[in-house]
């Protein structure tokens, strides 16, 4: 019987291992391919405001959005799958025909600025309108300036594939008077130039308002960077005001900053969604746009002590039968990397005792990252992370629930238990 049980270990582990050079060999092409996207980024040929435009271009991350997988920078095709329906990114390189080519500076600062195409037309929200119009004039016209630098591509993507009745674009009149302001950036004159630039990149050009807050059944952001769900991805985005998510007050700026450059720290990892942030725009922000953004980031955050001590025992795992069944799938395909009591490796694989991502009132992204392994940025500072393999072919919804539940409840964890519904929910994908 021991025999037959070892021999199983040992081919679980061989399929594992399997499966991660798969991803490994993926990953790699796919790293071959920004590689290639980023001789777009090369300053040589470029003229000043251009360059600054191609930082800014960075900075915001247009081509994460407006490139489809495996398709030419800035093309478009990207389709975005919401409760509205599917969003298709547009082409934004100088064509004619098929990009904004025939577009005008004053084109393109309306439509960052007001959400308008340059017939008039309103822009859907997918478009992060609600965030760009705080970018500057000067800015979006360097921006603009650098993108009609590109080569021009002939791509003609298909259109939205909106539900009724939110194809029916004058409806957007009425959304944008419950939910947008435009106007640019207004500086805090309490506050420190460092800060208000931290404040811009985060409200304004990193928009990250977009990811990080609820949304209303119309899609309207309801609490500003307060965390919920990712519109059009099965991710969540933590809060960046709450310590019991993302909340960096008890941070040092230090800490702040080598995540947000390099996408791993002793405090945290990042993965998903934030790990391609990373990877495609904030490791190429400069160290001073850095530390603003963590100056800022740290003061719209709680602390700890804004919380009352959680004074309710711990679950114990032999009460419940799943837990019980969650711990022996950890000890065979968890405990070799994350340790015996959940402390993992520093710098290489995140501990999962006391880990905020890991008890959050979301499950949501710990059930996505065993579904689809994970994996941090690959960054300059951290070519070759250190990654966790895919489980959604070797373990099922049954026991990817009970495996999720010990993890939020073991070794002083206390949370939520996961069902079943939760994973088949977790399972489901909004990008292509």
């Known amino acids: 019987m021991s025999v037959s049980v070892d021999v199983s270990s040992k081919l679980k582990k061989l399929t594992i291992l399997l499966i991660a050079c798969v991803v490994l060999i993926l990953l790699t092409v796919d790293n071959a391919v920004s590689g290639n996207a980023a001789d777009l980024f090369n300053p040589a040929g470029l003229d000043p405001q251009q360059q600054r435009g191609a930082y800014l271009t960075r900075a915001g ?14 093309a478009g095709g990207r389709r975005l799958v919401t409760s509205f329906g599917i969003f298709v990114t547009p082409n934004i390189t100088p064509d004619k025909d098929t990009g904004i080519g025939n577009w005008s500076e004053a084109d393109f600062w309306q439509a960052l600025h007001e959400g308008r195409l340059p017939d008039g037309q309103l ?7 609600t965030e760009y119009t705080k970018v500057t004039r000067q800015d979006a016209g360097a921006i603009f300036a650098y993108l009609q630098s590109l080569p021009a591509v002939s791509q003609r993507n298909p259109p939205h ?3 009724f009745p939110y194809n029916f674009r004058p409806l957007l009149y009425i959304w944008r008077a419950l939910y947008f302001k435009s106007g640019e950036y207004v500086p ?17 050009l990193g928009h990250c308002n977009a990811c990080h807050t609820d949304r209303s059944l119309l899609g309207g952001a309801e609490n500003d960077l307060a965390g919920g769900q990712i519109m059009g991805m099965n991710w969540y985005a933590p809060s960046l005001t709450s310590h019991l998510e993302a909340g960096s007050r008890d941070w040092t700026i230090d800490e702040i900053v080598e995540l947000l450059s390099i996408g791993i720290s002793e405090r945290a990892v990042a993965s998903g969604p934030m790990a391609a942030i990373i990877r495609q725009s904030l490791q190429y922000l400069s160290e001073d746009d850095l530390r603003a953004m963590a100056v800022y980031l740290q003061s719209i955050s709680d602390s700890k002590s804004d919380y009352a001590a959680d004074t309710t025992p711990p679950v114990p795992i032999s009460a419940y039968h799943e837990l019980v069944k969650g711990e022996r799938l950890y000890q065979i395909y968890c405990q070799e990397c994350h340790g015996s009591f959940g402390e993992g490796v520093p710098g290489i694989y995140p501990p999962l005792a ?25 960054t300059t500072k951290n070519p070759q992370p250190y990654g966790m393999p895919p489980f959604q072919q070797i373990l099922q919804d049954e026991e990817i629930a009970s495996l999720v539940s010990y993890i939020r409840n073991a070794w002083g964890n206390s ?12 399972r489901r994908v909004g990008t292509e």
């Open 61 to 74: 991350n247009c081509m994460g959005c407006h490139t489809a997988r495996g398709g030419l920078p800035f």
């Open 123 to 129: 822009l859907y929200p997918a478009f992060p309108y």
């Open 161 to 163: 594939d909106i539900r």
């Open 188 to 204: 805090d004159p309490t506050r420190t130039e460092q800060w208000n630039r931290g404040a811009y990149l985060v409200q304004g």
């Open 354 to 378: 006391r880990n905020r991502s890991v008890i959050m009132a979301s499950p949501l992204n710990s059930i996505r990252s065993i579904l689809e392994g994970g994996y941090p940025a690959t």
């Open 415 to 426: 949370a939520s238990r996961v069902t079943v519904f939760d994973v088949e929910r977790g």
